[in-house]
């Protein structure tokens, strides 16, 4: 099989997880690519005794792997504006593919590093650097080519909504900011989070994804969130508003908005129940509508995640032949798995079941005991003495995750007691967690 | 410019948004391809005078366009099984690449049709029919190239969503179906959707290009939402759940499980809080964890988007030769706006004005007036007698949408007013519609 070599720059949270997860998955990820992705080089100031680097080349510089001839793609993930700048005008020049999750550097430097990159006829990839694992650079690329976009909106540094999202119940942004600190969400200085810095770098390379226009962060509005006040978050609630910090590109006639603020969201928008860390971008398109993107927008394999995505774009493109195109079903045909589907009885889930059972003394616990007798733990169980009809009481009951041949035997069973008369009804349920 | 030439095969709901969406887009198109995409034919049996046609061949057989030399891309849009499968077919024998928005084709015949275009080297794309214009397909299958997908479990047909969101009012399941029908969200005969049919192709694509296993709609298992009531529904919501119509595929290590049904899912899980028509597909990958993909799961233009995509990315891949790369900016370079960031002044919003007032008559007429001379309409006020501290009350005001200029200049006059000590607080508001 082919192989494309990639050399790894930087070692930290994103560079850890895009090691870790291309060694774990990589024969899935050669199954959709059809080609080996070979980590040819790393380099990184700090190496940590938790990476497995046995037979790879390793440098504390990372301008050796701008400068190794066995490196195909760049992977430049050391953050900061001007040693990455340097080191991905240097492969660059060197001829190399880069793909790169420094937000920061493109929204700063992109124009340069792409009128560099056109010219030498090489890829700048950069979709981790914008909402983490999300594939919304693809999706505004690509998935929506056919569009002219009007806005775009998102929900995209985790740390200011997370701060909001624990202020609706009434604490001050001080309190939740040292909180967030704590649990890691933030850093020391949280200035580039909470001031909405970062989000301006996140959507200044939306709006010129999506619009077609030149990177201007410069000209970017940034608005922090540190002003804002319980009272305001509550009263904004009685509107029907929730309070979010939101970065909003829209394209006019004679400009581009560009600016990242507080702001008040219709609470029955889908943006507006976006809590926590969570990343969600809003898109509108001419043609498409509103679509939504949301996720982890940070993490060390989630960012991994799209890194890896672009490594294996760059390699489709160009370093594994020209003749690489996306599989029909994702994965080459004999890369496929022969797995069939499970019948019903083998599947797994949690059940919500309503049992229409005579108002007696004791028939709860006879349906309690034939649940126990086929292994099945009850999550909660509801039954209203105000609900009897005709001397009959419905039972709610939600089952914990068991096989649906546990609950199809149950319920055989529960059916045949005689304080039930009537058939039992069963609602799958899941949990997603 | 190079041009790919695309023949497009039934002009109904699907195919007249392609139509219309090719034509209004055309030069924005072909700045993000870098090629231009010419209809070269259209057939079908059904011609509506609403769609310019002039100078492109005409035919009422689509098997005119598979037959046409002038023809690289055949757009499969007529729907249904057997004419459409010998189209493609047909298309593929001649060396065509294909576009289709057919599920139920692809779900059934897309093992057979895959290996014949794999043998004759040819692309066929399905990105719309799934999920309308939300590039779902190509999240699975690009976006998340990296990752190992363990679950994907989608709202993948808007007419049982629309149905279970109005009954969650107490209404029962007739009732909203034959609201449906008459508001055209719903077909005279709705087995197709309120059965699962319609979902479980879509899951059928979706669980192939997630998983890397061979199409099996016939495995599929489905259960409608007919026989869901409005009180399991509101008991439901008691246990803190919501009813949701989804199609949910699970890898596991012996086989995987795909099936559609009504199911609970968590309040507060971002899929419980996808309302109406809108679909929404959920993917849960071992590197990037969940991410959701939402937005309009039909419609003409809506659906035309994705088709579009999937021309482009076909052209990008090879008609337009090999050399074509997605743009850095998603445009190329010669393509790009010199569109400037607007001024803050110059940006439109509505606004979130809260006014520390003295508790005195005849403010809310002062502030209201000053409003009114600035030209700025107002959406809510609030003012609450029991909120007076130090004989200062709080109003709190919503505006609708006008210029930041509008504002800045409303709170200097309101800050000058005698009644007004503090400052004016100022949040901004959108309503995303």
Redesign the interface.
């Known amino acids: 099989m082919k192989e494309v070599r990639v050399g790894i720059c930087g070692l930290g949270t994103v560079g850890g ?1 895009t090691f870790q ?2 060694a ?2 990589a024969s ?2 050669a ?3 059809g080609c080996n992705i070979r980590v040819a080089r790393v380099a990184t100031r700090t190496p940590k005794d938790e990476f497995d680097l046995t037979g790879i080349p390793f440098s504390q510089d990372v301008f050796d792997v701008a400068n190794d001839p066995d490196v195909d793609i760049l992977v430049e993930l050391i953050g900061g504006y001007e040693t990455a700048k340097e080191l991905v005008m240097t492969a660059i020049r060197n001829g190399k593919h880069v793909v790169t999750a420094n937000k920061a550097l493109i929204a700063v430097h ?1 124009n340069e590093i ?2 560099a ?2 010219e030498k006829g090489v ?2 990839a950069y ?1 981790a650097g914008v909402a ?4 919304v650079i ?11 976009i009007d ?1 775009i ?1 998102g929900i995209i540094n985790g740390t200011g909504n997370y701060i909001l999202t624990e202020m609706r119940a009434g604490r001050e942004f001080e309190e939740v900011l040292r909180e967030a600190q704590a649990l890691g969400y933030a850093e020391a200085d949280p200035t580039f989070d909470v001031e909405g810095i970062d989000a301006a770098h996140k959507l200044t390379i939306l709006a ?9 962060f410069e ?3 940034t608005e922090g969130i540190s ?2 006040t319980p ?2 978050i509550t ?2 609630e ?2 029907g ?1 929730r ?1 979010k910090h ?1 970065g ?1 590109a ?3 006639d ?6 990242v ?6 609470k029955s ?3 507006a ?2 809590d926590g860390v ?1 990343n969600a971008i ?1 898109v ?13 927008g940070a ?1 060390d ?2 960012t ?6 672009d490594i ?2 760059v390699a489709r ?2 370093a594994c032949g ?1 003749s690489q ?7 080459n ?1 004999d ?8 019948p ?1 009885e ?3 889930s ?1 059940y ?1 079941l ?1 049992i229409q059972a005579l108002d007696r003394p004791g028939v709860l616990a006879k349906v309690a005991s034939v649940l126990s007798e086929h292994g099945i733990n009850i999550e ?1 169980i ?1 039954q209203k003495e105000s609900e009897v009809t005709d001397g009959r009481i ?1 039972v ?1 009951i ?1 089952t914990h995750t068991v096989q649906e041949r546990q609950i199809n035997r149950a319920i055989e069973d529960l059916e045949a007691l005689t304080d039930i008369e009537d058939k039992v ?1 069963r ?6 967690h």
């Not at 004679?254 to 600016?259: H, P, S």
């Not at 509108?284 to 982890?296: E, I, L, R, W």
């Open positions: 997880g997860v291309l774990r998955n899935l990820i199954g959709r690519l992109g792409f009128a990159a056109e890829i700048v979709e983490g694992g999300i594939p693809k999706a505004v690329r690509e998935g929506l080519s056919a569009n002219r806005v909106a010129s994804a999506g619009f077609g226009v030149p990177l201007q000209h970017a509005y002003r804002i009272y305001d009263h904004a009685l509107l508003y309070i939101l909003i829209r394209r006019r004679n400009g581009i908005e560009l600016r603020h507080p702001t008040l969201v219709p928008h889908s943006i129940q976006v969570l809003l509108d398109g001419d043609a498409v509508g509103q679509t939504m993107y949301s996720g982890p993490g394999e989630a991994g995640s799209a890194v890896i995505a294996v774009d493109s160009v020209s195109r996306v599989p029909y079903l994702g994965f045909p890369a496929m798995e022969n797995l069939g589907v499970l019903m083998d599947i797994q949690a919500y309503r909660s509801m419905p709610i939600l009804v609602i799958r349920a899941e949990n997603f």
